[in-house]
């Protein structure tokens, strides 16, 4: 079995996968300050609860866009797993042609997204990525990064909202009874929720105008099935897309692992 894991700043999502099957998921706060042993205890709770234990994974595949945490992650699979991880960064086999100035600016996330993205569903894609920040990456049909689009999360806007404007209350980020907000909490929900809808398809229509033609547009991320479906430009939300692509570079990197 294989240990997939995606660290991001805001959430942790691991998978275990039986082959190309995944078996279980969990997502879980990420703590940039856990040890190896804190982590081992977390896992091991979680392993029992779905009846499984350490010694059934045979490889771990990590993607950290948190570096604190890389070392951690490192000994933890050492000390309880007796395994050397395969971490996705420079020198690992994508299939990609990465068209960014700087190859190396682009995050391990997005790397993972894009191969599962081009491996499901082919390019031309646009992927929309909504965690802590909303990302876009831009896929075509050669398989090659052509580029993307980085901008604050929703959840990063509601915080600033709390934070700067002293009479604004902090908000649970859900979707409000109307869009024209009749108390404070629902006029920031409708703001933030229809606000980022409105960014979504704003920015995938200006990448379309650029390339010339329209693309499929997968949406993954903590936070895809509450927006993705006020968009009219995400065609699907696949919340494990991450998890696949993790298991896809393991089967191209094996001889690394």
Known sequence: ???????????????????????????????????????AVLLRNLFAEANLDFQQIKAICISSVVPPL?????????????QRPLLVGPGIK???????????????????????????????LVLVDLGT?????????????????????????????FQAAAKLPRVELVKPKNVIGRNTVSSMQAGLLYGYAGLIDGIVERIWQELGFKTQVVATGGLAGLLAPETSTVQKVDPFLTLQGLRLLHERNADLA
């Open 1 to 39: 079995m294989l240990l997939a894991i995606d660290v991001g700043n805001t959430h942790t999502v691991l998978g275990i996968f039986d082959r190309d099957k995944l078996v279980v998921n969990w997502r879980i706060a990420t703590n940039r300050t856990a040890t190896e042993d804190e982590l």
């Open 70 to 82: 890389l070392r951690s992650l490192e000994l933890l699979t050492e000390k309880y797993f007796h």
């Open 94 to 124: 994508t299939g990609l042609t990465i068209k960014y100035e700087n190859p190396k600016e682009v995050g391990a996330d997005r790397i993972v997204n894009a191969v599962a993205g081009l491996e499901i569903y082919g390019g031309p």
């Open 133 to 161: 920040a909303t990302t876009f990456c831009v896929l075509s049909e050669h398989c090659e990064y052509l580029g993307g689009i980085i901008c604050p999360g929703i959840g990063i806007s509601a915080e600033a909202l």
